[in-house]
């Protein structure tokens, strides 16, 4: 299918909103055109609608072209952003896996979208043979999440790959967490996009870069998407500190290597004293920033925690996540902590 016709109908004819900032772009004058207030605040002036300078910078991390990046408000805007863009409500349809992250199905049934919601196997996997039974002429969107929260594994992007060149609308590969994986660039989807324009791979600064504050998302897809995503967003979704802070915290990408590494290392020692828990009937292996382990008494070791100071995430969703928490790995400080806690669990 072409593009074009991945577009709803509205979007393919909208003509943008065409903002100050867009429509005059150099330096050093006097600005009179946007109806801000002259005077310094640091902040007077709306940021660029298009963070050129970000994007060079998260080019430059990333190793793609700048003209296929969007950011967003948060990958939370580019996941509602891609759904309003492509799905005609009442009409058209996606698919999503459960469990998994909620927000696209959230944001199907805000966008008035059919959510198809197909149930991952027992190792947390989509089912490959069969996923296409649930495909049909009104399919848009296709949601692959690797790796995935909340099971912490990853899908082969091999399969990914097959699905790519089967499916005729957007695969969208959302990997929030792919810079917690060990030897992630060539895991990643961004390899496949340069080769399929119908998939877009959804990044992050707020996990690895630790920046969930300043709600920074990527986007990398084809130029012709991009153009149309640009029209739909509002013109200043990424506000003057958050694109500074950004462009700041990229160029460190040490800090950023360290931190990954300490982060990593932690995870695998929790999972391993983990499996020697008692209390946890079931421990999974993870590659991202969290471990999933199951639990008898789910809500009591919830509420023990909680009262002393560690908040964890019940993840508590039948059939397959039964009595299931989620536990994100903090600092060695925190992690020494939480085990402490746990081996003294007395019920
Ligand atoms: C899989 C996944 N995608 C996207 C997001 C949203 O991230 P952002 O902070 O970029 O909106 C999350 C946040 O938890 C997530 O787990």
């Given at each position: 299918m072409e593009i074009e016709q991945l577009i709803r109908d509205n979007i393919r004819v909208l003509k943008g909103y065409s903002c100050a900032r867009e429509e005059f772009t150099g330096q050093g004058v006097t600005f009179l055109d946007a109806n801000e207030s002259p005077y310094d605040t640091g902040y007077n002036r709306y940021p660029d609608p298009y963070q050129r300078e970000l994007k060079e910078a998260v080019a430059r991390v990333k190793g793609v072209d700048p003209r296929r990046l969007i950011l967003g408000n948060g990958s939370d805007e580019l996941i509602d952003l891609l759904i309003r863009s492509t799905c005609e409500p009442g009409r058209d349809n996606l698919i999503v896996f459960s469990p998994s992250y909620s927000m696209y199905e959230v944001c199907g049934h805000v966008n008035g979208a059919e959510v198809r919601v197909i149930d991952l196997g027992d190792h947390f996997e989509p089912p490959w043979e069969t996923?296409?039974?649930?495909?049909?002429?009104?399919?848009r969107l296709l949601f692959f999440c690797?790796?995935?929260?909340?099971?912490g594994n990853r899908w082969p992007l091999e399969r990914i790959r097959e699905v790519a060149e089967r499916f005729t609308g957007w695969v969208v590969v959302d990997e929030?967490?792919?810079?917690?994986?060990?030897?992630g660039e060539a895991a990643s989807a961004i390899s496949l996009q340069a080769r399929f324009p119908r998939v877009v791979v959804l990044q992050t600064l707020s996990k690895a870069w630790g920046l969930?504050?300043?709600r920074v998302g990527i986007g990398i897809a084809c130029p012709e998407l991009i153009a149309y995503l640009n029209r739909v967003?509002?013109?200043?979704?990424?506000?003057t500190p958050a694109q500074r802070a950004a462009i700041e915290a990229l160029a460190d990408t040490a800090t950023f290597r360290e931190r990954v590494a300490t982060i990593v290392r932690e995870r695998e020692r929790l999972y391993r004293a983990f499996l020697e828990?008692?209390?946890?009937e079931r421990v999974y292996p993870s590659e991202a920033n969290f471990l999933l382990a199951r639990c008898p008494a789910y809500g009591e070791l919830y509420d023990y925690l909680v009262r002393h100071g560690v908040v964890i995430r019940v993840r508590h969703i039948p059939p397959l996540l039964e009595r299931c928490l989620r536990f994100s790995v903090g600092t060695p400080a925190e992690n020494d902590r939480l085990m402490e806690l746990l081996l003294h669990w007395q019920r």
């Open positions: 996923l296409f039974d649930r495909v049909d002429e009104r399919t690797t790796p995935n929260n909340p099971t929030a967490y792919m810079d917690f994986v060990t030897g969930a504050g300043l967003k509002p013109p200043y979704n990424i506000n828990m008692a209390c946890f």
